[in-house]
């Protein structure tokens, strides 16, 4: 049995998910660092599921719905027959609007190491979940080497080189994942494929749905909702992956109170990272995750009473048993349905 960093809700989890109630295919660990220190923050009612829940890694900061759906339904969802090709993923995200954007800005930080519009010659750029290809258009109109990853659609592959796969050996001064990591079910594992596609002096540009401004911008199913969007992060988690995976941002973005400013753009995390020398470790226990979720429920709790005093697994079993039930109650109606017929 590997020790457990945290606290005694890690604990609490562990028993209560023996004792009460555990939801089908639940995982034990983190899908980001492996850890088992988990919490449970919240129930996250399912369409096709009946209840999964909102756990934290204790020891990465990592929130996540769990269970996770399977490789072959994620695999489905993002094939080019799956839901997600009629998704716009280039809006917003990748609405740079040129050297106006707030995107370019965030380059304003390293412009003596890089210029994003005048590129050295030769300069790669990588895109991980390109889409349409709007910022690979922009950034070939700079004059970047554009290269994009994306398995739902080929509209940009008819401007710019297509990969299958990021490649193992040093290859991009610029990789960009723009609302990438919070559908993919090993992000860390992505975040070292990036530092190993990068050149040495290579940047990586992450966007993601951010979960610790959550009591700002309220859009908690734009953050996680188990089924495009399966992990979700806080800015201690974001940096602790990025540094296990041998990146450093370049800035640390608004903290909490600052984003109360601007609670639309506090609906996600951006960060510009350089490669560092080697992967560090930075402990990022689940703490903003979990004051996150409880500021959020501080206006207007809705919520079933066993879950607001803090018994998720009594209340998601309780949701668990009335939804089994009602199944039963719909084919029972089906079956006298048919039977008069
Ligand atoms: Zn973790």
Redesign the pocket.
């Known amino acids: 049995m590997d020790s457990l960093p945290g606290s005694w809700r890690v604990q609490a989890r562990r028993i209560s998910r023996r004792l009460i109630w555990r939801a089908r295919g639940e995982r034990f660990d983190?899908?980001?660092?492996?850890?088992r220190a988990l919490i449970d923050l919240d129930i996250l009612p399912q369409r096709n599921r009946s209840v999964a829940f909102v756990c934290a890694?204790?020891?990465?900061?990592?929130v996540f719905a769990n269970p996770q759906p399977s490789q072959e339904s994620l695999d489905a969802f993002y094939s080019p027959e799956g839901t997600w090709r009629g998704a716009d993923s280039d809006a917003g995200v990748h609405a740079t609007k040129g050297t106006e954007g707030t995107w370019f800005r965030t380059f304003d930080a390293i412009r003596g190491d890089l210029r994003l519009e005048a590129p050295p010659a030769g300069a790669r750029a990588l895109d991980f979940g390109c889409g349409g290809g709007k910022l690979l258009d922009e950034l070939q109109a700079f004059g970047w080497d554009t290269w994009g990853i994306e398995p739902a659609k080929d509209t940009a592959f008819r401007r710019h080189h297509r990969l299958e796969s990021v490649p193992a050996v040093p290859t991009f001064d610029l990789i960009a994942a723009h609302h990438v990591l919070e559908h993919v079910p090993h992000p860390l594992d992505l975040l070292r494929q990036f530092a190993a596609a990068s050149q040495p002096t290579g940047f990586l540009s992450v966007s993601v749905p951010r979960f610790d401004t959550l009591p700002v911008h309220r859009d908690y199913k734009y953050v996680l909702n188990g089924r495009a969007h399966i992990v979700a992060y806080t800015w201690p988690c974001l940096r602790a992956l990025l540094a296990m995976a041998g990146w450093i941002p370049v800035q640390a973005p608004p903290d909490v109170a600052a984003a109360k400013a601007d609670p639309h753009a506090s609906r996600r995390l951006r960060v510009l990272a350089k490669r560092s020398a080697s992967p560090d470790t930075v402990p990022a226990p689940a703490a903003a995750a979990f004051a996150a979720t409880r500021d959020y429920y501080r206006q207007g709790d809705a919520r079933p009473w066993l879950a607001r005093a803090g018994f998720l697994r009594l209340s998601a079993r309780r949701q668990h048993m009335a939804r089994r039930r009602a199944l039963a109650a719909a084919k029972i109606g089906r079956v006298q349905s048919d039977a008069r017929a």
Request: charged share 10%; proline share 8%; hydrophobic share 15%.
């Open positions: 983190c899908p980001a660092c492996n850890s890694c204790e020891t990465c900061g990592m």
